[in-house]
């Protein structure tokens, strides 16, 4: 299996613009999460999806950030309208029992 | 709830030298504990994981810790640091609906 896979690696986008993350988790991985890691805040957990249902989205900064998980194979997490202090690393990480498995990451830059 | 705490935000070994990293949990579940480590603009990788089988748990690239129930610890220890050690390392308490909670990780410096 080729692990987590996240896409694109890098965005660079313009204040206002829509973006959107991609997920592939681990095939057969029924857990999903999507972290977000900055320097002043560290790793927060955003969502959390249990067999594509969202069990816990307390995370989720404020309503310009959603998250989607239409199947087993793939996650979005998009952001509406985006903003410079939404700048970060975001990891989804995939877990099939206790252990979680992290994608490289999107570099998202906002300016 | 659960939490973790790492005692040291910094440390910083010579080459060779044993390294020690702190971390505290607590949990109203019995825990399964995890460490793992991110190099600069990389992922994270699991180095090891405790899921209540043996106390002292070995992980990759020679880290080992040791769950202790009493003291709610789960040091990652090292008994010779390499160059390549060089990275953030992060203790993770897991309960049983999975949800993960992070440690604010731990930055080793590593000095030739």
């Known amino acids: 299996d080729a692990g987590v896979i996240q896409s694109p690696r890098h965005e660079v986008t313009e204040m206002g613009q829509e973006v959107t993350l991609r997920c592939k988790p681990i095939?057969?991985?029924?857990?999903l999460f999507w972290y977000r890691q900055t320097m002043m805040r560290g790793l927060e957990l955003l969502i959390y999806?249990?067999?594509?249902?969202?069990?816990?989205d307390s995370g989720m900064p404020e309503d310009r950030f959603s998250a989607k998980m239409p199947n087993a194979s793939f996650s979005t997490l998009k952001i509406q309208p985006s903003e410079p202090r939404d700048s970060a690393v975001y990891f989804c990480?995939?877990?099939?029992?206790?252990?979680?498995?992290f994608g490289q990451g999107t570099r998202l830059t906002v300016v | 709830a659960q939490s973790v705490t790492q005692l040291d935000s910094h440390v910083s070994v010579s080459e060779g030298t044993p390294v020690l990293l702190r971390c505290n949990y607590s949990?109203?579940?019995?825990?399964?504990l995890f460490w793992y480590v991110q190099h600069p603009n990389k992922g994270l990788q699991l180095l090891l994981k405790?899921?209540?089988?043996?106390?002292l748990v070995k992980g990759i690239n020679g880290f080992e810790a040791e769950f202790k129930k009493s003291e709610t610890s789960f040091h990652l220890t090292k008994p010779s640091a390499h160059m390549s050690d060089a990275a953030e390392y992060f203790c993770?308490?897991?309960?049983?609906?999975?949800?993960?909670?992070f440690g604010a990780g731990t930055t080793v410096t590593v000095r030739a």
């Open positions: 949990s109203s579940y019995s825990p399964s």
């Open positions: 405790y899921t209540s089988a043996a106390t």
């Open positions: 095939s057969g991985h029924n857990s």
């Open positions: 990480a995939s877990s099939a029992a206790s252990e979680a498995f």
């Open positions: 993770v308490v897991s309960t049983n609906d999975y949800k993960l909670s």
């Open positions: 999806f249990n067999n594509n249902v969202p069990i816990d």
